[in-house]
T-cell receptor, first 114, second 113 residues
């Protein structure tokens, strides 16, 4: 089955700096990679996603890059703000027959220091 | 609108109680999911419904009983739970099963005494 590794497990940055979280996956059949942000006491919220036919996707201060050859994808947050503080999960899945499961990374706790 | 709602927000129950968690979505999604999340861990899949039929049961103990009364609603019936079942229970939905974005609800924080 799929295995997703996520690094780092904790990340502290100064407000205004950039944050990068990296994930690697094992199953070459995986072709959809969402990122979720989870604030304390809340459910995971989708913040950005990417499919394997695209190398990069951007939404304002958030971007995701995908390297299919190396089987890794990364989340980039620029100009970080205190409200970006949360746990971030990467995930991978495939759209193939019999695939239904999101495989999550273990999460990164991001702290943005004002 | 990508909203999934869950009730109640918090639930405290004894080990002999019977209670239910409810989940609702009005996005026309045909796949719905129950996840369990322990502190500082990612969500763990419990059940998957596709077109109101149970598709996947990830070897969940029978004290958890899911139900999908219609395409918008998903229930999780709880009976004779153990303290180790205390967790955040998350509902999610997606347009269909394979490769579609899953949208999560806010969760129900369950404490079993």
């Amino acid at each position: 089955g799929e295995n997703v590794e996520q690094h780092p497990s904790t990340l502290s940055v100064q407000e205004g700096d950039s944050a990068v979280i990296k994930c690697t996956y094992s199953d070459s059949a995986s072709n959809y990679f969402p990122w979720y942000k989870q604030e304390l006491g809340k459910g995971p919220q989708l913040i950005i996603d990417i499919r394997s036919n695209v190398g990069e996707k951007k939404d304002q201060r958030i971007a995701v890059t995908l390297n299919k050859t190396a089987k890794h994808f990364s989340l980039h947050i620029t100009e970080t703000q205190p409200e970006d503080s949360a746990v971030y999960f990467c995930a991978a899945t495939s759209s193939g027959a019999g695939s239904y499961q999101l495989t999550f990374g273990k999460g990164t706790k991001l702290s943005v220091i004002p | 609108d990508t909203e999934v709602t869950q009730t109640p927000k918090h639930l405290v129950m004894g080990m002999t109680n019977k209670k239910s968690l409810k989940c609702e979505q009005h996005m026309g999604h045909r796949a719905m999911y129950w996840y369990k999340q322990k502190a500082k861990k990612p969500p763990e899949l419990m059940f998957v419904y596709s077109y109101e039929k149970l598709s996947i049961n990830e070897s969940v103990p029978s004290r958890f009983s899911p139900e999908c009364p219609n395409s918008s609603l998903l229930n999780l019936h709880l009976h004779a739970l153990q303290p180790e079942d205390s967790a955040l229970y998350l509902c999610a939905s997606s347009q269909a099963l394979q490769g579609f974005t899953q949208y999560f609800g806010p969760g129900t924080r369950l404490t079993v005494l």
